[in-house]
């Protein structure tokens, strides 16, 4: 099966180091994205080598795994 990509406006996690976005995770909303970093702040620690969390809503190119899960594939603004 091949796996749907679409274009979506979603609410995600973004990883921050240094400035540049280096991982995405999106989420169903504000309030579970802001529930999800607060979870993972607690396990990476406040600020770990420069390393920031955020909530953002974010256009992206997402696909639908096996599982029906959602991945961003790339940011697009």
Not at 16 to 39: F, H, W
Not at 51 to 69: F, H, L, P, T
């Amino acid at each position: 099966k091949k796996t749907d990509i679409m274009i979506e406006v979603v609410f995600a996690i973004l990883m921050i180091q240094n400035g540049k976005v280096i991982e995405y995770v999106p989420t169903s909303g504000m309030a579970d994205c802001l529930e999800q970093k607060r979870i993972v702040t607690r396990q990476i620690g406040e600020n770990q080598e420069g390393i920031s969390m955020s909530c953002q809503q974010v256009k992206a190119e997402i696909e639908i795994d096996m599982g029906d899960r959602k991945r961003i594939i790339k940011i697009l603004d």
